[in-house]
């Protein structure tokens, strides 16, 4: 008997830093998942045969992408999910569910929304004209509260978030985004080096200029410590200008693939996540990156931010302080380089905490029970 179909909706297939949409439909047992997009970018892989976009990268599709965005036509997308005989539609992203929703009202599949991040703290009057997407999102959003069935929080943080919006607290699900628990475990072979580890897009909300300040301490006191920053964006060329006046040792590597950012974790001696709420309000959900590397056996020193006390256990698998406070990261990030015993005891309780509440194939479970009772009732 064949599993019932589920498109998984997402605007643009597939950055490299969403790891988790890819994740999601990889870790579905009972339905098969088909990925459904306004247009391909250059990142992720995905199944061919299971994906499906509006604009074929021609001149012609760039008018399709937009007849699609603002009016909702797409004819023969529209054609190609109806064959799927989907049961329903996940958008990942508020912005992703605006543009699904012309689409699910039109074959009359229920819409479940999935909120991480930015599309649940930017404020409006910042960002409503700062894109397409952003200006159909604000003209649908009511529609949207209306019309969609479910919306999925990636964190407690973000369920307040949507409330403070006007969205329907019976139709809000918090669900944290598992990771898949045998892949990230720690190769105890590999030696730990002197090094703190940071990875995310290199944006505002990500607060890497307090961490590059927090490692001007940090050296200051023990200069063989490095830096590594893996990922990109557009603060790349400030935070290297600003790392080349204050620090010693560091390192720039860009984007990597996901084997190599899980070996930097396994070689690291910590991670620090400095997130900070940015000027338009753009705050994390629930960062991946902190769940990874406590998987991986590494403390992390973050921030009292968004989501992250909910993954991150202070004084137990790692170290939390108020936003944009580089002195207390710059302290903490000491005290766990130089006190082993502290060091052990929170790699060995992270390992158990991401185990227990972080399980994709445990959140997956959950998740398809959504996908079972939104499609029979």
Known sequence: MSKPSVVIFNSLLLPPSQTFVRNLGEKLQNFTPYYVGSRYVRGLTL?????????????????????????????????EVKQLNP?????????????????????????LVHFRGADATQQE????????????????????????????????????????????????????????????QPDASVLREPVVLFVGR???????????????????VAPDVELVIIGDGPLRKSLEEQASKLLYRYQFLGVQAPDVVQS????????????????DGDSEGLPTV???????????????????????IHGKTGFLVPERDFEGLAKYILWLLEDSTLWQLFSYEGQEHIRA?????????????????VSCS
């Open 264 to 279: 930097w974790m396994n070689r690291a001696r910590l991670l620090v996540a400095s997130s900070v709420t940015a000027t």
């Open 202 to 220: 290199l944006v505002e909300k990500k607060g890497c200029k307090y961490l590059i300040e927090a490692m001007a301490k940090v050296q200051s």
């Open 47 to 79: 199944p061919k045969e299971h994906t499906l976009v509006v604009n074929q990268g021609d001149f012609r599709g760039k008018a399709e992408e937009g007849l699609f965005k603002i009016f909702g036509f797409a004819p023969k997308l529209y054609q």
């Open 87 to 111: 049961v329903l539609i996940h958008a990942q992203f508020g912005l992703s569910a605006s543009l699904a929703l012309p689409l699910a009202r039109t074959l009359k599949l229920p819409l």
């Open 357 to 373: 509440n972080f399980d994709s194939f445990k959140q997956a479970k959950v998740l398809e029970k959504m996908y079972q009772e």
């Open 125 to 184: 009057d910042y960002v409503r004209y700062s894109s397409i997407n952003h200006w159909v999102y604000y003209q649908r959003c009511k529609n949207l509260q209306a019309e969609a069935r479910l919306f999925i929080a990636v964190s407690k943080f973000i369920r307040e978030k949507l409330l403070e919006q006007g969205f329907p607290n019976e139709k809000i699900i918090v669900n944290y985004d598992g990771i898949d628990i045998k892949k990230f």
């Open 290 to 312: 902190v769940v990874e590397a406590q998987a991986m056996g590494l403390p992390v020193v973050s921030t009292i931010h968004a989501g992250i006390p909910e993954a991150v």
